[in-house]
C-alpha cells in the first residue's frame, strides 16, 4: 500500500502563490509516477500536472501551463506543486494521486491507484 497526504492549501488573493506537498509513504518503490488532480464545486475532477517518479517526464493541463510547475524530491518521497499567477478559477481541491503503471504518463483518475483526501485552495479576486 501507499498513502499520500497533501498540504500547503490556503486562501490567497489572485496573483498570488501557493505550493502544495505531496508526501508519500509505504510501498513507495511501487509508484512510477505522481499526479495533482483538483475538483471544483459542481464540476469533474480534472488532471492538472503529472511527473514520473524519476522526474524524467512531466505533463502539465492547457489551463496551468506556465503557471504550475511539478516537481519532485525522491529523497523526501514528496511530489510539489508551485503554483504561481492563480486565478480565482483555480479555486477547487487539489488531489494527488500515484501510480504503479510502467510506460507513458496516466493522467485519467481511472487510472491511478493511490489517492490523497485532498487540500483545498481558495482563490478570491
Known amino acids: 500500500q501507499v498513502q499520500l497526504v497533501e498540504s500547503g492549501g490556503g486562501l490567497v488573493q489572485a496573483g498570488g502563490s501557493l505550493r502544495l506537498s505531496c508526501a508519500a509513504s509505504?510501498?513507495?518503490?511501487?509508484?512510477?509516477?505522481v499526479d495533482w488532480f483538483r475538483q471544483a464545486p459542481g464540476k469533474e475532477r480534472e488532471v492538472v500536472a503529472a511527473?514520473?517518479?524519476?522526474?524524467?517526464?512531466?505533463y502539465y493541463a492547457d489551463s496551468v501551463k506556465g503557471r504550475f510547475t511539478i516537481s519532485r524530491d525522491n529523497a523526501k518521497n514528496t511530489v510539489y506543486l508551485q503554483m504561481n499567477s492563480l486565478k480565482p478559477e483555480d479555486t477547487a481541491v487539489y488531489y494527488c494521486?500515484?501510480?504503479?503503471?510502467?510506460?507513458?504518463?496516466?493522467?485519467?483518475?481511472?487510472?491511478?491507484?493511490?489517492w490523497g483526501k485532498g487540500t483545498l485552495v481558495t482563490v478570491s479576486s
Open positions: 509505504g510501498r513507495t518503490f511501487r509508484i512510477s509516477a
Open positions: 511527473i514520473s517518479w524519476s522526474g524524467s517526464s512531466t
Open positions: 494521486a500515484a501510480n504503479t503503471n510502467l510506460g507513458a504518463l496516466v493522467v485519467t483518475t481511472g487510472g491511478m491507484d493511490y
